[in-house]
Structure formats: structure tokens, C-alpha cells
């Protein structure tokens, strides 16, 4: 008869194979989300216009490629459709595929990360955020049993005791790679400014928002972590009550419930602006006309 210490080691064991069998499950999820996307477009359009790159750009960002990631594939792929005088939506999907790898692909070594593992991203802005830089690597003997951490930890904040940390990987900060690392970034831990609610929203990243206490700020980015909180497209754990075992229970929920925080970012429409530019001018033509 197995102790109990046994049998809390097995069951642990199988929690960890239920969680990667349900990873494996989502990155399939999102690759057939992207294939039967383009089947659609590629055999619901009889030519190639505007209409017919804009819904490319849906399904793509809708995939998790990322919003800048998309706009460098398509300005690609138009390109080549017009140097190959390609009119047939049909024509072109080799070239899409073709532009996606060549986007996607950030070289052999680039991040050193395996495929088969959840990532973890967290944004400590430009400067570093202290707190949050502490929180996470205090945390980290904990999440990369789970997660592989990439961590951008503001400029001169690189911790060189960490450096050979296996799963974890410190970038001061980052430019053109942003793209890259959203893309891999299964969920986000942030900041609550304007700019990185924004762009987690646009690109329907599931997040936890820490943002800065009210002692040091004007307040606003508690407004916005409240906001993002109450639509549910985040979880908020405010500076003062962040402890590492509240980190760590939070990337884990946040992780098991990700696509619900994905459906109501989707669900919102806040950032279809073109959409809602062209109804408010409409709105007003009618209403001198």
C-alpha cells in the first residue's frame, strides 16, 4: 500500500502531465483556428482588394501573432503579390505561409526556450519596476516548475546571479524582438500604464496588473487596472498585498482560465476603431443630411 506521501507525489505527477497535455491541446487550438481561418478567406474571396487583407489580418491577429507582427507579414505579402502580378486569393496562400515563417522565425538560439513549455512575460517598463522585478525572481523556484519566465526588467536591472538560470531568461528591454515575445507569451504580468493595457488588449493577452500604488502616482494606473478588472480582462494584485506565494497562485489561475479572459477581450470591441470611426462619421452625415 503506497504512503501518503506517495500518493500525493503520483497525483502531482499526473497534475503535471494534465497540464502540458492541455498546453499541447491550446497551441493545437490556436494552429487550426489559423489554418481553417485562411481556408475560409482563401476560398470565400474571388479577388484580392481590401476587404480580403483585412480579414487575413483578423484571423492572424486572432492566432496570437501579434498585432506588429501581423502588419510586417501582410505589408510582406502584398509585396510579393504585386511583384508576381498574383490577382487570385487562392494563389497567394503559399506566399502568406512563406511570409509568416519567415517573420516568425527569430533564429536557433534566440530565446532558448522549448517549445512545449507555457511561457510567462513580464513587463517591468523602460526603468524597471523594483517590486515587481523582486516579486518575480523570489517567485521563480516556484513558477519554473510550470512556466518558462521571460522577463523584461528595465535598464540596468539585469540580475547577473540569474543569468544561467535554466527557463528563466532577463532582458533589460527589447525593440523589434517585442513582437516575437508577445507572440510566444502565453500570459503577461504588467504594469497598469495607458500604452501596456493598450497593447495587452489589442492583442487579447491574458495579464495580471500590478499597477503603482497610490502613493507613488497620480492614480491613474489603479483607475485602469480597476477598469480592465471589472470588464474581466484581467486580475489585479495591488503593490502592497504582492507576496510571492499570491504571484505565483495568480499566474496559475490566470494560466487555467486564460481563454476566458480572451473572450471578454474579444467580446468588447474597444479596439475595432476603424469600425467605430466610420459609424460616428456616418452618424453625423445622417444627421445633416
Known amino acids: 500500500m503506497l504512503a501518503v506521501e506517495e500518493v500525493e507525489k503520483v497525483e502531482e505527477q499526473k497534475e503535471k502531465v494534465g497540464f502540458f497535455k492541455r498546453l499541447v491541446q491550446g497551441l493545437g487550438k490556436t494552429r487550426d483556428n489559423i489554418v481553417s481561418g485562411m481556408d475560409s478567406i482563401f476560398s470565400g474571396f474571388s479577388h ?55 517573420q516568425m522565425d527569430v533564429g536557433e538560439t534566440a530565446y532558448d526556450f522549448e517549445e512545449k513549455t507555457s511561457v510567462v512575460m513580464v513587463i517591468g517598463g523602460s526603468l524597471g519596476a523594483a517590486n515587481v522585478n523582486k516579486a518575480v525572481r523570489a517567485a521563480l523556484p516556484s513558477l519554473l516548475g510550470d512556466f518558462q519566465v521571460v522577463h523584461l526588467c528595465g535598464k540596468d536591472k539585469v540580475d547577473n546571479l540569474l543569468l544561467n538560470t535554466p527557463g528563466y531568461r532577463q532582458f533589460e528591454y527589447v525593440k523589434a524582438e517585442l513582437k516575437d515575445l508577445f507572440a510566444m507569451a502565453d500570459v503577461v504580468i504588467s504594469r497598469a500604464g495607458a500604452n501596456a493595457i493598450c497593447e495587452l488588449l489589442a492583442l487579447k493577452k491574458p495579464n495580471i496588473l500590478i499597477p503603482l500604488p497610490a502613493s507613488s502616482s497620480r492614480g491613474d494606473q489603479l483607475l485602469n487596472a480597476r477598469s480592465f478588472e471589472a470588464q474581466g480582462f484581467s486580475i489585479v494584485i495591488g503593490e502592497d498585498d504582492l507576496t510571492t506565494e499570491l504571484l505565483v497562485d495568480k499566474v496559475h489561475e490566470l494560466y487555467f482560465s486564460r481563454q476566458t479572459f480572451r473572450d471578454a477581450m474579444n467580446d468588447s470591441g474597444q479596439m475595432d476603431s476603424i469600425r467605430t470611426i466610420l459609424r460616428l462619421i456616418e452618424e453625423c452625415i445622417c444627421e445633416k443630411g
Not at 74 to 93: F, G, S, T
Open 48 to 102: 484580392i482588394d481590401d476587404d480580403f487583407y483585412e480579414e487575413l489580418e483578423e484571423v492572424l491577429i486572432m492566432g496570437d501573432l501579434g498585432v506588429q507582427a501581423t502588419y510586417d507579414i501582410l505589408d510582406d505579402l502584398k509585396a510579393k503579390v504585386k511583384a508576381q502580378h498574383i490577382k487570385e486569393p487562392v494563389k497567394c496562400r503559399e506566399l502568406l505561409i512563406e511570409s509568416i515563417k519567415e
